[in-house]
């Protein structure tokens, strides 16, 4: 048996390793003690995190947990969707409410103006003053004449003023 190590390990050069300068960079703020670093069977210089090294704790969640906040969620918007749908309901409602008051408000204002022509036809206004009043139509009736004396008096404004200027002195 030889003392000497065979390389198993088939290393292929890809991505950036193609350029023959390519190195692995480490961040500053990495600290790697030299007393962890080892030399590797061929050659090259690794670095191997000691065993008590605090390792990043994932964050594991069930698969309950995952369904139960999904649940509340679609719940949440399942009240979300019901409630604007009953929004629209109440503003289609309070539309077709309006509509028909407005209908009936066109209806109302046709009757009225029926009733406008009917009161302004001359033969329902006779109808009206005969029934109603109790008068007769002068046609049938002898017809006296009424004379009042005249009341006005002849003179002008000024002489009236003149007139009564006169009687205060």
Do not use: C
């Amino acid at each position: 048996m030889s003392t000497q190590r065979k390389n198993i390990l088939t290393y292929h050069a890809m991505g950036k390793m193609l350029t023959p300068d390519a190195g692995i960079y480490v961040g500053s703020h990495v600290h790697i003690p030299e007393e962890d670093a080892r030399l590797d069977y061929d050659g090259r210089i690794s670095f191997v995190a000691p065993s008590d090294t605090p390792r990043r704790k994932s964050v594991t969640i069930s698969l309950r947990t995952i369904m139960v906040i999904s649940l509340i969620a679609a719940a949440v918007l399942f009240i979300m969707a019901q409630y604007a749908l009953a929004q629209r309901r109440a503003v289609i409602n309070e539309g077709r409410r309006i509509a028909s008051e407005i209908v009936s408000a066109e209806n109302n204002i046709e009757s009225m103006k029926k009733k406008i022509a009917d009161a302004q036809d001359e033969s329902v206004i006779g109808w009206q003053v005969v029934h109603r009043i109790g008068m007769v139509s002068r046609q049938g009736a002898e017809v006296e004449e009424i004379y009042a004396p005249d009341t006005r008096p002849q003179q002008t404004l000024e002489a009236l003023f003149e007139n009564m200027r006169a009687a205060g002195q």
